[in-house]
T-cell receptor, first 113, second 116 residues
Framework: DQQVKQNSPSLSVQEGRISILNCDYT??????FLWYKKYPAEGPTFLIS?????DKNEDGRFTVFLNKSAKHLSLHIVPSQPGDSAVYFC????????????FGSGTQLTVLP | GAVVSQHPSRVICKSGTSVKIECRSL??????MFWYRQFPKQSLMLMAT?????????EQGVEKDKFLINHASLTLSTLTVTSAHPEDSSFYIC????????????FGQGTRLTVV
């Protein structure tokens, strides 16, 4: 049973426009959410995170929104740049001492010049 | 720069041999490290949690005798794929969380294992 779901395997966006990547989760015990960016044959790199007590976190071109009642979060990238083309993983961490992350299946973002 | 270093980045081995993958935290001590596996176009699946000074905790369905994990120091965890078979070919990634707060986990560069 997938606890973190990214239902869109791919997304194409024109350069300069907004990219919106979505993520849904089922486990209400998750208390921290993260977005990672991954290039082929490399490990994921951290982008931005949000605690469950917040509904928005912004860092430069990246903003993450959390809707706890809907168990939904999204990553907004604006303006999108060709260098943003990568696979984006949503991840969640449960409350308590365990620090392992549960990942979604990823969304391949392609930003077209 | 990278705070978690994973080595090797790519390895090809013959079926039946063993392969060791190293994961090092570079500027912090990691009492816990995580090992993931990624199949093509799929998510990162947690294989096991490596605990410094104690036995690793394996996820359901992961063979502990096949994927040996050793966390001998606060900066090094190793994953040994024993008696490798072609179906073990995959992308293996380690990660280490910082010890304080809810900060993000840092990932190694990953190891592409190909068993021929």
């Amino acid at each position: 049973d997938q606890q973190v779901k990214q239902n869109s395997p791919s997304l194409s966006v024109q350069e300069g426009r907004i990219s919106i990547l979505n993520c849904d989760y089922t486990n209400s015990m998750f208390d921290y959410f993260l977005w990672y960016k991954k290039y082929p044959a490399e490990g994921p790199t951290f982008l931005i995170s949000i605690s469950s007590i917040k509904d928005k976190n912004e860092d430069g071109r990246f903003t993450v929104f959390l809707n706890k009642s809907a168990k939904h979060l999204s990553l907004h990238i604006v303006p999108s740049q060709p260098g943003d083309s990568a696979v984006y993983f949503c991840a969640a961490k449960g409350s308590g001492s365990a620090r392992q992350l549960t990942f979604g299946s990823g969304t391949q973002l392609t930003v077209l010049p | 720069g990278a705070v978690v270093s994973q080595h090797p980045s790519r390895v090809i081995c013959k079926s039946g041999t063993s392969v060791k993958i190293e994961c090092r935290s570079l500027d912090f001590q990691a009492t816990t490290m995580f090992w993931y596996r990624q199949f093509p176009k799929q998510s990162l699946m947690l294989m096991a949690t490596s605990n410094e000074g104690s036995k690793a905790t394996y996820e359901q369905g992961v063979e502990k005798d096949k994927f040996l994990i050793n966390h001998a120091s606060l900066t090094l965890s190793t994953l040994t794929v024993t008696s490798a078979h072609p179906e073990d070919s995959s992308f293996y990634i380690c990660s280490a969380p910082r010890s304080t707060g809810n900060t993000e986990a840092f990932f190694g560069q990953g190891t592409r294992l190909t068993v021929v």
